[in-house]
């Protein structure tokens, strides 16, 4: 059951969450002529879904990396998954992509809302016809200069640790021939664990962003790209948790 907390947390995310996409709403409405791919409506929604990381003090984020990102440049974005709140935190690398999400996520209100006015794209999970859909849609927006984000795990871990990944998010990047840009979250599972309506109070959360992958060096090998990149994120979460225990070894904050 839900502590106190989670429930005043649930009431503020749902209620601002409304107002927030509101004014996204305006801002799409206003900007559309000239913004067709809706990166100024993104870059609102970036803003109001990392606000409500930052407004609790007990949890802190630090990013590292992103001075890697060319901002002329369209990105395959794939992240480990730990926590819904993954979501927010990696709105926070305020830049323009679209999310692929699952089609579930559509229906629920606010959250749903925000995922069709910017566009991003649906995703039935075991389904074969949506899974060429969701590719096709994400070739569309990376034609348009517009970057992706996706969970290659598919879904959240249970344990915390980056489980087998699914290829879609690597054939993609082979196909459009754009590099990979892998991100590595960790603390978030403290907040909000798969399975889990508690909502933990204090963490820590790192966001690590890697140099990109081309896939022309993998020979254009989705799985051989997926391999490697799996395993560099692999290194480097457990580099971010060796720095975390060093840090709270010396009684400091990481972020």
């Known amino acids: 059951m839900p502590d106190f907390f989670s429930v005043l947390y649930g009431i503020y995310f749902f209620t601002m969450g409304f107002v927030l996409l509101t004014v ?13 791919t809706g990166k100024l409506t993104h870059l609102v929604c970036s803003l109001s879904g990392h606000h409500f990381i ?3 003090p007990g949890w802190s984020v630090k990013f590292d990396g992103l001075s890697v990102l060319d901002p002329d440049k369209s990105y395959v974005f794939v992240s480990n998954h730990q926590s819904l709140m993954d979501i927010l935190v990696l709105y926070g690398i305020m830049r323009p992509f679209k999310w692929v999400s699952k089609e579930e996520m559509f229906r629920v209100p606010v959250i749903g809302w925000t995922l069709m006015l910017n566009q991003y794209v649906r995703i039935r999970r075991g389904n074969g016809s949506s899974t060429k859909e969701m590719l096709n849609s994400c070739r569309y927006w990376i034609s348009q200069k517009t970057s992706v984000m996706i969970f290659p795990e598919g879904t959240r871990s249970l344990d915390g640790e980056i489980q087998k990944f699914r290829y879609g998010a690597f054939k993609l990047a082979a196909d459009a021939d754009v590099p990979i840009l892998p991100i590595v979250i960790d603390g978030t599972r403290k907040i909000m664990p798969k399975g889990s309506l508690q909502i933990g109070f204090h963490s820590d959360i790192r966001v690590k962003a890697l140099p990109p992958v081309y896939p022309k060096d993998f020979n254009y090998d989705s799985h051989a790209l997926s391999n490697y990149v799996r ?25």
């Open 54 to 56: 930052r407004v609790n």
């Open 24 to 36: 996204a709403a305006a801002v799409k409405v206003v900007t559309f002529p000239f913004d067709k």
């Open 231 to 255: 395993s560099q994120m692999i290194v480097e979460l457990s580099k971010l948790r060796q720095e975390a225990e060093e840090h709270e070894t010396l009684g400091v904050s990481v972020a």
